[in-house]
Nanobody, 126 residues
Framework: QVQLVESGGGLVQAGGFLRLSCAAS????????MGWFRQAPEKEREFVAS????????YYAESVKGRFTISRDNAKNTVYLQMNSLKPEDTAVYYC???????????????????WGQGTQVTVSS
């Protein structure tokens, strides 16, 4: 079965950085895109970034553009989220997700994603 395992979360001061990893297993992902979402306390889950496995098309939420970088290592079946210049408002549980590329599936919509990881906590102190 498909497994997505996130790691790399933690506590960091504002202005600092973290790198999240998402190790994917259980199937081939050539026709999939990977996404990072986050959910802060009492807020809805929101899109952060997305990348397709094969071509590497990348999308970011406006709130993280220029600070976060998504990348993938196809050989390791791992997706990364490099987060720089972190702000307290970046504090959330970060989730990795996989989406099969198909008509009507959108990179920014969490309902388009088929598989989810368990999440990793990122806390940015001011």
């Amino acid at each position: 079965q498909v497994q997505l395992v996130e790691s790399g979360g933690g506590l960091v001061q504002a202005g600092g950085f973290l790198r999240l990893s998402c190790a994917a297993s259980g199937r081939t992902f050539n026709s999939y895109a990977m996404g990072w979402f986050r959910q802060a306390p009492e807020k809805e889950r929101e899109f952060v970034a997305s990348i397709t496995w094969s071509v590497g098309n990348i999308y970011y939420a406006e709130s993280v553009k220029g600070r976060f970088t998504i990348s993938r290592d196809n050989a390791k079946n791992t997706v990364y989220l490099q987060m720089n210049s972190l702000k307290p408002e970046d504090t959330a549980v970060y989730y990795c997700a996989a989406r099969r590329l198909r008509s009507g599936s959108y990179y920014y919509s969490d309902s388009s994603y088929d598989y989810w990881g368990q999440g990793t906590q990122v806390t940015v102190s001011s």
